[in-house]
T-cell receptor, first 112, second 114 residues
Framework: QKEVEQDPGPLSVPEGAIVSLNCTYS??????FMWYRQYSRKGPELLMY????GNKEDGRFTAQVDKSSKYISLFIRDSQPSDSATYLC????????????FGSGTRLSIRP | DADVTQTPRNRITKTGKRIMLECSQT?????MYWYRQDPGLGLRLIYY???????NKGEISDGYSVSRQAQAKFSLSLESAIPNQTALYFC?????????????FGDGTRLSIL
């Protein structure tokens, strides 16, 4: 079983829609949860991170974590064509040799 | 100029050839990483280095080697390339450990092994 699972999509929605992107993870020891955005022919860039259950908001983006069900979500409000990208969830557990584990990414397209 | 620069951006080569992918950074970070990205598999860690004298294997290091020539330079070698090493390769850097020390990625090298 993969440590983090993510629906690859693709997901296509009209401009202005609310987008929901989701991941599940298997190990309850993971403490930190991140979302990276990757534009075509570019490297991933960190969008948001959180370490607790609940919501964290940053502009049009909201990251949500439910540790009891091992489920993480990213919501995008008022989606724009410029949000079209691949979104990767990532999980992390702090230790001396800790590494980030990435999901496979969901490709999102916002139609004008 | 990009903070993390990868060369080449694209490479097509034949099975059995030796390939070197190079990464240089101007961010002054001690930590550097090499990942490969495959459809459906996400980013997987090949090797990482926490400083010039520190090299560590990631989850998929077989068939690869690395060299940390300086704080700013970290190269990845495929000694004898095989077709299943066809992938998108990314170099990344970070200033420390933890989510508040995010990894900064280059724009990748698209490698095709025929």
């Amino acid at each position: 079983q993969k440590e983090v699972e993510q629906d690859p999509g693709p997901l296509s929605v009209p401009e202005g829609a609310i987008v929901s992107l989701n991941c599940t993870y298997s190990n309850s020891a993971f403490q930190y949860f991140m979302w990276y955005r990757q534009y075509s022919r570019k490297g991933p860039e960190l969008l948001m991170y959180t370490y607790s259950s609940g919501n964290k908001e940053d502009g049009r983006f909201t990251a949500q974590v439910d540790k009891s069900s091992k489920y993480i979500s990213l919501f995008i409000r008022d989606s724009q064509p410029s949000d079209s990208a691949t979104y990767l969830c990532a999980i992390y557990r702090y230790s001396s040799a800790s590494k980030i584990i990435f999901g496979s990414g969901t490709r999102l397209s916002i139609r004008p | 100029d990009a903070d993390v620069t990868q060369t080449p951006r694209n490479r097509i080569t034949k099975t059995g050839k030796r390939i070197m992918l190079e990464c240089s950074q101007t961010k002054g970070h001690d930590r550097m990483y090499w990942y490969r990205q495959d459809p459906g598999l996400g980013l997987r860690l090949i090797y990482y280095s926490f400083d010039v004298k520190d090299i560590n294997k990631g989850e998929i290091s077989d068939g690869y080697s690395v060299s940390r020539q300086a704080q700013a330079k970290f190269s990845l070698s495929l000694e004898s390339a095989i077709p299943n090493q066809t992938a998108l390769y990314f170099c990344a850097t970070s200033d420390g450990q933890g989510v508040n020390q995010p990894q900064h990625f280059g724009d990748g090298t698209r490698l095709s092994i025929l």
